[in-house]
């Protein structure tokens, strides 16, 4: 098996190893820190600090006696408490034993503190991760601005079309008679549902304060606004501006005529004819589409047919900026949308309804960190938000030796009035390590036995 396959053409083996350090080495940093610091304001002291695993390249001591390090293996990262016996927090009983009878010292191990502190820093390290999430989506959005009130014309995406009817600064009112709602309106993204597809079509706007009609080519060309990693389309070579003209030698015009053929062809290939700016010629491009996992708006999931690109209009839609708080509200949704999708889908594997393939191991993530970082900062940033909420809550599964299971355990206590004995918790400890193991090396499987 030629394992050097797995790897995305687009760069090489180096730049998706960086890529992919950087984003794991950012999240965990992030969650790590917030372990640290709520231990800290909490009264825990900790001893060391680590970014990697393994032989430390580099460390130093902190005036509060930490040891802060960056180790060889970026795959992860600890903090290690007083009393604690190793980065998954098991009790270190020598050390333990050493403090027990000095009240100020126990008080300042992870477990000798009181269970307020311990869960409050446990928690802390997926709450970090959630928050670094919404801070990210929230300063995107201040960046590009929303879409809101009624669509207006940003900036033309260049075409192979001559008629195109639409001007910058253009207000749409209507699109072939059909009036066209405010963005901010429920009944905005299916208005033009049904409309006839044409070429050309009469475009009602509102332009220098004027209404008039315009003839424009058709508003939702087959242009490429966005691939996604690991898709057919990446993989062929397409980049985000393209613009397919013909599938199979018949000229398209409009972007639903691209989806139709995609998902009518039941995986059959497709000759693409392509349209790049700045090229002489148009290229020629042959894909396969793949089956796809799709999460609906009722929480299921439907299996599509997809080459992996989203489109949009001939043009970017003019923009507002946000206020803090508005871009931070969406910021949580945008999580919140995140979490809802993901334990539905792990929910729906679980269950068999769709395929396990859907979830990816490292290959997999190194993968998509550098198809990310290839397509911008924009939108490599936008992957460690994600990432970074899917981080958060896998750590929160209430399985032994990740953040959930210790929380599990407080709860536990809190409720008995005394932690699981020493034994039991040791038991766990090892059981949930070979969960997580055993998952890790499924996934491993996935990325590279799925096609």
């Given at each position: ?28 940093a992030i969650h790590e820190y917030g372990h640290y610091i709520v231990g800290r304001w909490s009264g825990i002291h900790a001893d060391v600090f680590s970014l990697g695993f393994g032989p430390v390249l580099w460390s130093r001591v902190d005036k509060r006696g930490t040891r802060w390090q960056v180790a060889a293996l970026p795959f992860g990262g600890y903090v290690k408490f007083a009393g604690d016996a190793n980065a998954a927090s098991g009790k270190d009983e020598e050390a333990m034993a050493e403090v027990v009878d000095d009240p100020v010292r126990l ?345």
């Open positions: 098996m030629d394992f050097m396959s797995f790897i995305p053409q687009f760069g090489g083996l180096l730049w998706t190893i960086a890529a992919f350090v950087l984003a794991l080495s950012v999240i965990v008080r300042a191990t992870m477990h000798g503190a009181p269970l307020w502190a311990r869960t409050a820093t446990v928690a802390a390290g997926p709450v970090f991760n959630f928050a670094l999430s919404i801070a990210v989506f929230a300063l995107i959005l201040l960046s590009t601005g929303v879409t809101r009130g009624q669509l207006t014309v940003g900036e033309l995406h260049p075409l192979p079309v001559e008629n195109r009817g639409l001007q910058a600064g253009d207000v749409l009112l209507a699109v072939g008679g059909v009036p066209l709602p405010s963005t901010d309106d429920e009944t905005y993204s299916g208005a033009l549902d049904g409309l006839e597809r044409s070429p050309v079509v009469d475009i009602t706007v509102e332009r220098a304060g004027r209404e008039e009609t315009v003839k424009g080519s058709w508003i939702f060309p087959p242009i490429v606004s966005s691939l996604s990693p690991q898709s057919a389309a990446f993989d062929a070579g397409l980049e985000a501006g393209d613009v397919i003209t013909a599938i199979d030698g018949a000229p398209i015009f409009a972007f639903d005529q691209l989806k139709e053929a995609v998902e009518g062809g039941e995986g059959a290939p497709l000759d693409l004819t392509v349209w790049r700016a700045g090229a002489a010629d148009t290229l020629a491009m042959t894909m396969t589409p793949r089956r796809v996992d799709e999460p609906q708006p009722d929480g299921g999931f439907e299996t599509y047919w997809r080459i992996g690109i989203a489109g949009g209009f001939a043009f970017s839609p003019a923009t507002t900026t946000p206020g803090v708080f508005e871009a931070l509200g969406l910021g949580v949704q945008q999580t919140g949308r995140i979490i809802t999708s993901s334990l539905s889908g792990l929910g729906h594997m679980i269950a068999g309804s769709i395929s396990t393939c859907n979830l990816s191991g490292p290959i997999g993530i190194a993968q998509t960190s550098g198809a990310m970082a290839s397509q911008g900062a924009e939108s490599f940033i936008w992957f460690i938000a994600v990432l970074s909420t899917a981080v958060g809550m896998l750590n929160l599964f209430p399985v032994p030796a990740l953040d959930g299971g210790h929380l599990v355990f407080y709860a536990y206590e809190a409720v008995s009035g005394k932690p699981p004995s020493d034994g039991a918790l040791k038991v766990l400890m090892t059981l949930g390590l070979a969960m997580v193991l055993t998952l890790m090396v499924f996934a491993l499987g996935n990325d590279i036995f799925c096609p």
